[in-house]
Structure formats: structure tokens, C-alpha cells
């Protein structure tokens, strides 16, 4: 019975020390979830410097973490012949070793998906769940197309909008009305060529201000995702009520959305485009600009929606209307897009310092001042070369230079630059669509100084 004892006593022993040597499962999981996170920024980040440098990119991904615990434990006995003492001796060996396999992102799928433009839905939902309207028109945004007799009208009606006691106290208008901020020149955005139909701003790092300008004026007049019906015709022609009311033909009438009126086939569809909306508490003033605005564009003007507004997800071209009047479109962008025109932020940024603002893609921060509501301007990506300080966020090391984002500052409400959110932002939209089986179809090709 004694020796029963001592070995559920070893066993114990043997069992507990081996528990000891390992970590908890709730610290695995979270020394876990710190590595992907740090693995994930510092790869985004590497690819934004390489598209900075005018490399090719390369994304890999965590795909599995096995974990192996192994107990060896032993047990032995000294029983000798002569009448000297009998002894037992206890051991344990402990192992705990991990796998983790890595995934090379250049099949097929996850370059489509990459290189496929986000739609008007990315940016609805983004701007629903609080992440302002700037930045992901900054992200997603690449060209912008404005009839040229609009551009004064437009002008004008932000003019007017910001004037409202409603609207003058946000931060998109503190901004435009501050003259220090939007000089006179900025006008020069918005004067009509009368030699072009058509007024273009891309959104280009090198030379941000008449894209900015002109986007911050569309953000004021409430430039949002609408779905827009319409009706199309398809076919002309006499159908025989014996046709029309068989069965198959109806079936596929209802699948199709497809209805009959006199002697065409018609289809009821909706599209997805962009829109600008006068606010709830617009002035009779207010509702007169937009109203200009829309004549000047009277052309593309129509009582009812006939034909089908621009709207293909793969070119990334949505039209942009206000109430019946098509006046410009919107270009977007891929994620793959995203992170190259963060690149190119970041080469702008090292040529001039990230002192300097001159040329800099900025961001509004809307703050409040002893009670009164004010705005903040911040560099939209901050990346700094041969930094190698504790305070900085993210940092990787390419080519033997260390690059790095900064820190934020101590106050997360009003941060000293956009770059977390930028790389947050690109992370889920990336996220969201990081295969897709369809090769995407490029976009409109714009020609600077063709003939």
C-alpha cells in the first residue's frame, strides 16, 4: 500500500511540473494575435516602400500554426540485493515546438482580386461605419471628371453652402472659408475652359491641389453613394398574348425584371453611381446654386432615366449626377491601386521632408479649441528614412535602410498624421476582396498632351 501511494504521488508530481513548463493557452493565443498583427503592418508597410522605390511587390500570408506539446515522463527503481536502502528516481522531459507555414499571394485569384477597383458599396460602407468621408475618397478616388461649364457653378454652390449656419461650423468649411488654407488661387480649379469640353483631376501626389480642391467641394455638397432606377429598353416588337402569357416567357419575364408596356420588352434595373445631395436644412439660396450648377450641365440633363448610367465594377467609372443631370465621373481605384499611390506619397514625402506641407497630400482633422469647432491639417502617410527610435509605430528594414512610421503623438483624438488609419483602411478593403475569379477590365485611359 506504501508503495501505491508514493506512485500517485510521483504520477502527480510528474504531471504538475510538466504543466508548469508550458504557457497558458490564453497567452499562445495572444503572443499569437501580436505576431500576425506586427507580420501584417510591417508587410504592408514593406510593399508601400517598394512601390515608393518603383519595385515589384510581393505579399505573403500566415497560413497555418501547429503547436506540438510532448510529455516524457519517467519513473525507476534501485531495489538491490544486499540489505541497503531502496531508492526511486523522477524524471520529465517537456517539448513544445510550433510549425508555422507561410503562403506566396501570387496565384491567380489573389491577383485579380487585388487589382480589381473597389465599387461605390466600399465606399458607402466605409463612410457609414464612421471613418469619415476624406480619406476613402482620397484611397479610392483616382480621377475625376467635371463637365468644364459646371466648374464655376460648382464653385459657387459650395460658396454658398458653407455660408448656411448649419454647414459653416464643419470642419470641410472652417477650411474653405479660412482664407490662409484656400487662398484665391484655388479658384483657378474651378474656371471654365471654354477650349475643353471636359476638366480632369487626377489624384496624383506630385500635384494634389486642384484634385483635392475640387473633391473637398464635391465632399461639401454632400457627394455620396445613390442607387439610381432606370429603364431600358430591349426589344420593339409585337408580342402575341399567347407568347406573352405562356408560362416559360413570364418565368423568365419576373427572373429577368423584364415587363411589357405597348410593343416593347422593357427592363427595370438599378444602378449604382454617385451623387451630390443639397442638405435637409438648405436655404432657398442654397437650392438656387445647385440649381445652376445643374443647368450648366443641361445637355446631360434628362426628365427621366432611359438608358443605363455608367456603372461596371471592373472599369471603376461610376457617373456622378445631381437629381436627373449627369455632370461628371468618378474613377476608382484597386487596392493594388491603393497601395501604389501610397508609394508614391511616400517618394514625395522623402524628396521634400515630412517637415515641409508644400505639395504633401493633406488630411482635415475636425478639433474642437476652448469649446469652439476648428480643424487641424496632417500629413495623409508618414513614413521616416534612418529612423530607428522606440517611439516609432512600424518599422522594416529594405535594402539596409531602415523606414518607419512614427508615432502618432499622445493624443489618439487629434493624431500628427493619418498613416494607422491609412494602412487600416487598405488592410480590410484588401481583405474584402483578395480573390476574385474574373480578370479585372481596366478603366478609362487618360492622355496628357496627345493630339
Given at each position: 500500500m506504501r508503495l501505491g501511494r508514493k506512485l500517485m504521488l510521483a504520477a502527480a508530481a510528474m504531471l504538475l511540473s510538466g504543466c508548469a513548463d508550458f504557457p497558458t493557452m490564453t497567452d499562445r493565443a495572444v503572443a499569437w494575435n501580436q505576431t500576425v498583427a506586427d507580420a501584417s503592418n510591417e508587410v504592408m508597410l514593406m510593399n508601400i516602400v517598394r512601390a515608393s522605390l518603383r519595385e515589384p511587390m510581393y505579399f505573403t500570408r500566415v497560413n497555418t500554426n501547429s503547436a506540438l506539446m510532448e510529455i516524457d515522463p519517467k519513473l525507476g527503481f534501485t531495489i538491490p540485493l544486499s540489505g541497503a536502502d531502496k531508492s526511486m528516481d523522477i524524471g520529465i522531459t517537456a517539448t513544445n515546438t510550433n510549425t508555422v507555414t507561410f503562403d506566396s499571394l501570387s496565384d491567380s485569384e489573389f491577383i485579380n482580386g487585388i487589382m480589381t477597383p473597389v465599387t461605390p458599396d466600399h465606399f458607402r460602407f466605409f463612410t457609414a461605419a464612421g471613418w469619415g468621408r476624406e480619406l476613402p475618397s482620397l484611397?479610392?478616388?483616382?480621377?475625376?471628371?467635371?463637365?468644364?461649364?459646371?466648374?464655376?457653378?460648382?464653385?459657387?454652390?459650395?460658396?454658398?453652402?458653407?455660408?448656411?449656419?448649419?454647414?459653416?461650423?464643419?470642419?470641410?468649411?472652417?477650411?474653405?472659408?479660412?482664407?490662409?488654407?484656400?487662398?484665391?488661387?484655388?479658384?483657378?480649379?474651378?474656371?471654365?475652359?471654354?477650349?475643353?469640353?471636359?476638366a480632369i483631376f487626377l489624384n496624383n501626389p506630385g500635384n494634389p491641389g486642384c484634385f483635392q480642391t475640387v473633391l473637398r467641394a464635391l465632399l461639401v455638397l454632400n457627394f455620396a453613394v445613390d442607387d439610381r432606377s432606370y429603364t431600358k429598353k430591349v426589344i420593339d416588337g409585337d408580342f402575341p398574348d399567347s407568347v406573352w402569357k405562356s408560362p416559360e416567357f413570364q418565368i423568365e419575364a419576373i427572373k429577368q425584371n423584364y415587363f411589357r408596356y405597348k410593343d416593347a420588352l422593357l427592363k427595370k434595373?438599378?444602378?449604382?453611381?454617385?451623387?451630390?445631395?443639397?442638405?435637409?436644412?438648405?436655404?432657398?439660396?442654397?437650392?438656387a446654386s445647385y440649381d445652376t450648377m445643374a443647368d450648366a450641365g443641361e445637355k446631360t440633363c434628362e426628365t427621366e432615366s432611359k438608358s443605363p448610367p455608367q456603372a461596371d465594377p471592373h472599369t471603376g467609372q461610376y457617373d456622378l449626377f445631381y437629381r436627373n443631370c449627369k455632370f461628371g465621373e468618378i474613377t476608382l481605384r484597386s487596392p493594388e491601386g491603393m497601395i501604389y499611390f501610397i508609394g508614391?506619397?511616400?517618394?514625395?514625402?522623402?524628396?521634400?521632408?515630412?517637415?515641409?506641407?508644400?505639395?504633401?497630400?493633406?488630411?482635415?482633422?475636425?478639433?474642437?479649441?476652448?469649446?469652439?469647432?476648428?480643424?487641424?491639417?496632417?500629413?495623409?502617410?508618414?513614413?521616416?528614412?534612418?529612423?530607428?527610435?522606440?517611439?516609432n509605430q512600424i518599422l522594416v528594414l529594405h535594402h539596409?535602410?531602415?523606414?518607419?512610421?512614427?508615432?502618432?503623438?499622445?493624443?489618439?483624438?487629434?493624431?500628427?498624421?493619418?498613416?494607422?488609419?491609412v494602412l487600416a483602411l487598405i488592410e480590410i478593403t484588401w481583405g474584402m476582396q483578395k480573390k476574385a475569379a474574373a480578370t479585372p477590365v481596366s478603366g478609362p485611359v487618360t492622355v496628357i498632351g496627345g493630339h
Open positions: 484611397l479610392f478616388v483616382t480621377r475625376i471628371e467635371l463637365e468644364a461649364a459646371v466648374l464655376p457653378a460648382l464653385h459657387h454652390a459650395v460658396d454658398v453652402e458653407c455660408k448656411l449656419p448649419s454647414r459653416g461650423e464643419t470642419s470641410l468649411c472652417l477650411f474653405w472659408n479660412d482664407p490662409s488654407e484656400n487662398p484665391d488661387t484655388h479658384k483657378e480649379c474651378f474656371r471654365a475652359d471654354k477650349s475643353a469640353k471636359n434595373s438599378t444602378a449604382t453611381v454617385f451623387q451630390i445631395f443639397p442638405a435637409a436644412s438648405a436655404s432657398q439660396a442654397a437650392l508614391q506619397v511616400v517618394r514625395q514625402e522623402l524628396a521634400i521632408g515630412s517637415q515641409s506641407s508644400g505639395g504633401q497630400m493633406m488630411l482635415i482633422l475636425p478639433v474642437t479649441a476652448n469649446g469652439l469647432s476648428s480643424f487641424k491639417l496632417v500629413p495623409l502617410f508618414v513614413v521616416a528614412e534612418g529612423n530607428a527610435s522606440h517611439d539596409g535602410k531602415t523606414y518607419a512610421i512614427p508615432s502618432i503623438g499622445d493624443n489618439n483624438e487629434e493624431p500628427t498624421h493619418g498613416s494607422l488609419d
